[in-house]
């Protein structure tokens, strides 16, 4: 997911100053040598030897020539910008999707016909770039036209209250999302076709799955009441049409998880202010440990190894890490890892309570192949920063950087492209990564519709 560049781009950076100076120099002496029909355009070298869109490139040769109106450079059949030129170096700026990285270098005449051409049999090693784009639902700019309807991938509506993104363990083709009041739903990419999930609950917060051979669907109820279930299990055998509760009374449930090891779930109470244990071969359940703060939503992420969980307090705008206790099968208390608990967020990039989050909900993580050769965590942390518009990224260390969102120096809206320059979220709570697809799906609530961020041309 991330490129080491900057010895590439500092060492870029050199080469097009020194070709700016040169040329100036050239200019100021009367020393610049014009296309000598003569003489073959030839193409020696260039680089760097990789790159993606938007990237610098500078190529070397010899007869390029010193009119920039005159001189094409077309790089994997795009049609590439060119900077500067002068006889025998040409820099110029990669285009998108110029996949094949062949480049070609052409003279033009005074009509614009082509009266010279030059290529290179190396390839430029085209690096795709991640884009942002709109998977499903209908986009509407008055809001109180939107239609919330069944239906095929190009025409199933708006989704109102998009909350919790999750797969179904045995069948990655359905991909399920609560939308806290609003009616749940599957996501068949089989059948392209988004249908309702009807669970019968009037404010479903959390899916979630056993980890037993059935690997029933947890789903979890955010009511009001101290005498109603919180949990419920509903059965795949069913086909998730029938459900037991959890013989637990519990209110204000937001955040759920299961142990991926020993399969324990673990719930939050909103005005209870707790974590609670939950064991489904013993029926036990329990305290785990008491939350900072009551009356806050607090969103649970645990490590597919099971070894940590991210705890997400929506409503103090920061992230705890709960380490777990195999000896115990706990979850102990929790320590603060990123962002600092406050009754305003904020937006900041940083390492740990120098960064500034505005009610964090549902993340993910996406394993990092850059970290196999140090050892240790492999596992980047992707959440939705609902208050900021804006998907955020933490490293196992605790640094927070801006992943996709707030495009061109903004903050809301909607807009396609580019991850940080051009793209835009209104309110996103729910996101998960499809390992099936190599994407991510972003639920971009506040313009009801699933975003996608993958690689260009995917």
Same mark, same amino acid.
């Given at each position: ?9 500092? #060492?870029? /950076? ?11 120099? =050239?200019? =100021? ?46 790089? +994997? ?84 209250? #998009?909350?919790?993104? $999750?797969? =179904? ?60 279930? +919180? ?71 645990? *490590? ?12 103090? *705008?920061?992230?705890?890490?709960? =380490? ?7 979850? $102990? ?14 937006? /900041? ?25 140090? +050892? ?12 900021? *518009?804006?998907?955020?990224?933490? $490293? ?63």
């Amino acid at each position: 997911m991330k490129t080491r560049c900057w010895p590439i781009q500092g #060492m870029l /950076a050199v080469l097009i100053m020194l070709f700016f100076v040169q040329c100036k120099d =050239d200019n =100021d002496g009367q020393q610049e040598v014009g296309y000598d029909p003569a003489k073959p355009v030839l193409i020696t070298d260039f680089f760097p030897k990789e790159g993606g869109a938007g990237s610098n490139l500078v190529i070397y040769g010899d007869n390029f020539g010193n009119d920039l109106s005159k001189t094409k450079v077309v790089i +994997g059949g795009k049609t590439a910008k060119v900077i500067g030129v002068k006889n025998n170096s040409l820099y110029c700026v990669i285009p998108e999707k110029a996949y094949d990285g062949d480049i070609q270098i052409s003279l033009l005449g005074e009509n614009g016909d082509e009266i010279a051409q030059a290529a290179i049999e190396e390839r430029f090693s085209y690096t795709k770039k991640w884009l942002v784009s709109t998977f499903l639902g209908k986009y509407y700019e008055v809001s109180n036209n939107r239609e919330n309807k069944e239906g095929p991938f190009n025409d199933c509506g708006a989704f109102e209250g #998009m909350l919790w993104f $999750t797969f =179904d363990p045995k069948n990655p083709n359905h991909l399920y999302f609560t939308a806290d009041t609003k009616n749940s739903r599957l996501v068949d990419f089989e059948k392209e076709y988004v249908g309702y999930f009807r669970t019968g609950l009037d404010r479903v917060s959390i899916f979630n799955w056993r980890i037993d051979g059935n690997q029933d669907m947890i789903v979890s109820h955010n009511q009001t009441s101290d005498t109603r279930y +919180g949990n419920y299990i509903f059965s795949r055998q069913s086909n998730f049409a029938q459900n037991t509760p959890i013989p637990v009374y519990a209110r204000g449930v937001n955040g759920t998880m299961v142990h991926p090891k020993n399969g324990e779930l673990y719930y939050s109470r909103y005005r209870a202010g707790d974590i609670r244990r939950y064991d489904f071969e013993s029926q036990e359940d329990k305290l785990a440990f008491a939350n900072p703060y009551s009356a806050v939503a607090v969103y649970m992420v645990v *490590h597919p190894s099971g070894d940590y969980a991210y705890l997400l307090e929506y409503e103090r *705008h920061y992230i705890m890490r709960t =380490d777990y206790d195999y000896e115990r099968k706990i979850f $102990t208390t929790p320590y603060t890892i990123a962002g600092t608990a406050s009754t305003t967020g904020g937006y /900041a990039d940083g390492v740990g309570t120098n960064a500034l989050l505005n009610n964090p909900v549902q993340g993910v993580f996406v394993k990092n192949p850059e970290y196999e050769e140090f +050892g240790g965590d492999q596992y980047d942390f992707y959440f939705c920063d609902k208050g900021n *518009h804006a998907v955020r990224r933490m $490293t196992p260390q605790g640094r927070v950087s801006t992943f996709a969102g707030r495009g061109n120096n903004g903050t809301s809206g909607y807009v396609d492209g580019d991850l940080r320059t051009e793209a835009r979220f209104s309110s996103p709570q729910a996101i998960i990564y499809d390992e099936l697809r190599e994407c991510f799906y972003v639920g971009d609530t506040g313009n009801w519709i699933i975003r996608k961020i993958a690689k260009e041309g995917e």
